[in-house]
């Protein structure tokens, strides 16, 4: 059975937050699934899990900094961005997703989601106190203005061991989103609208 995924090229852009560990899982999923994954890293996403766990279940470089000489592309931020299929950041930060409202490219993550013309899926994870604040929502609304797409985050139990709202999608959620926004992909085989 075709899962839609064969010979996309998905670029995974993971953040610093517990909720990274779920990240393998939509990972190795995608692979199985026929897609060709390549992971971006912030530097505080690497606290939570190792590039070497992404290399490992992407089956490919892992690029955790823009001027590295060890990676594969001379500024993978443009030929990842330029290559893309979609881009998925997960779990994204209040930090990210604030930075990604400013326009800002410090990192990564940040600098390929501004040189991507791919769509950007967004499944956010943080406290709930986080994500209900005013500054949050007003970037998620700003993002989601600009054609950014979301997944969750979910209701139940978060890192701090209270429940609410701020949970990481499950990684079939997760998937099946990214599934979703690609079968928009036009008939001439253009990439589906941000």
Known sequence: MESGLEGKRILVGVCGGIAAYKVAEVVSTLRRMGAEVHVLMTQAATR????LTFRVLSQNPVVTDMWDPENPWDEPHVTLGEQADLFLIAPATAHVIGRLACGLADDVVTATALATRAPILIAPAMSDLMYTSQAVQENIARLKERGYRFVGPEYGRLASGKEGI????EPE?????VRKILAEVAPSGGPAKR
Do not use: M, T, Y
């Open 48 to 51: 939570f899990v190792g590039p």
């Open 166 to 169: 701020g949970r990481l999608s």
């Open 173 to 177: 959620v997760i998937v099946e989103a």
